[in-house]
């Protein structure tokens, strides 16, 4: 992940929060009061991936435990730093599904645009940790980007992804989304995000009103594992979301020491639920190097699943997957 652009001259307050963002090991692990063990360990690996956490982020951590499945979330550990088979830099085929112009195209009807590398906060466990944004993301290929998808006619949904495609300005998004807009042949859009959750400060009416009079029809994709990262803001900004005509969908990934439990599933479920916002996808971890921690066996989470349903009703219950290199559509387990 890159760090966000400069602020400019009179910047919107998220974007003052934005920068505010926690990027020293040592002043994460003293402002939650955490072991001055830990700091050796995450100054190391943030070398390697760099510590990203919104001061939102923080108050939703419990202080002093070293276990909360916030915590685990946005901490450096050493387990990061070693070598796992089977975990490597590209786990899911980014690559080589990759067009030129930050458009990545894997799934039928669909193409993902990498609109930057910035993020709010840097998951420990994120797929694209070691993605090349420097030399592939649309805010370097303005202009290409919507000539190249006016030559897709097949394309008929586009999905803003990154890094986080709500940390762009307003400016650059409503230029990004009118030029999408623009094209005769999409009909959906889909944003992946994370903020939501971690800067609900974000979701400005100026936002909400710039998606509720787009063109296309839009979903906003969340990315909540917890059901703790469910605040009071996140909860108002949904609900004015909703009101603007916008679906609102979850994914989760399924983390051992964070959401590995039913009952922790069911919680995120229910209250997804209660609040307007579907459970979508519930992702097996994707293998990428420094991530092995988190993993756990196909077998136990296929059980979680199983025990999941056995407490849900249907449309509570997301769907298992995992995202293979190469393949046309996500594979259920």
């Known amino acids: 992940m890159i760090t966000p652009t400069p602020l400019s001259a009179q910047p919107d307050s998220w974007q003052i929060e934005l920068a505010r963002a926690i990027s020293d090991p040592k002043a994460l692990i003293e402002t939650l009061g955490l072991p001055p063990s830990l700091l050796e360990a995450a100054i190391a690996s943030a070398q390697v991936f760099p510590l990203r956490v919104t001061h939102h982020y923080l108050d939703l951590i419990e202080p002093g435990d070293p276990g909360d499945p916030l915590l685990r979330q946005v901490l450096p550990l050493a387990d990061e ?114 903020i939501p959750s971690v800067l609900p400060s974000r979701i400005t009416e100026a936002l909400i009103d710039m998606l509720r009079h787009s063109r296309l029809a839009t979903s906003l994709v969340l990315h909540c594992n917890h059901a ?15 009101q603007a005509g916008i679906t609102l969908l979850n994914q989760s990934v399924l983390l051992k020491g964070v959401n590995d439990s039913v009952d922790t599933l069911r919680d995120l479920s229910e209250q997804l639920y209660e609040h307007g916002i579907l459970p979508y996808y519930l992702h097996a971890l994707d293998p990428v190097a420094g991530a092995a921690h988190f993993a756990l066996p196909d077998q136990r989470a296929v059980a979680l699943h199983r025990e999941l349903r056995n407490r849900l009703p249907g449309y509570l219950v997301p769907r298992l997957v995992r995202e293979h290199a190469g393949e046309l559509c996500k594979t259920p387990l």
């Open 81 to 194: 730093k070693t070598d796992v088979p089977g975990f490597t830099s590209d786990p899911v085929g980014d690559r080589e599904a990759a067009l030129g112009h930050g458009l990545l195209q894997k799934y039928h009807g669909r193409a993902l645009v990498v609109t930057t590398g910035a993020c709010a906060i840097h998951c420990r466990y994120c797929f694209r940790r070691a993605f090349p944004y420097t030399e592939d993301a649309a805010t370097r290929h303005w202009e290409q980007l919507p000539q190249r998808l006016a030559l897709m006619p097949q394309i008929s949904e586009v999905i803003l992804s990154g890094g986080d495609p709500l940390t762009l300005s307003d400016h650059r998004l409503a230029r990004l989304l009118g030029q999408l807009a623009g094209i005769p042949h999409l009909k959906r859009l889909r944003i992946h995000s994370r």
């Open 228 to 242: 703790r990262e469910l605040s009071p803001a996140l909860l108002d900004a949904a609900s004015r979301l909703r």
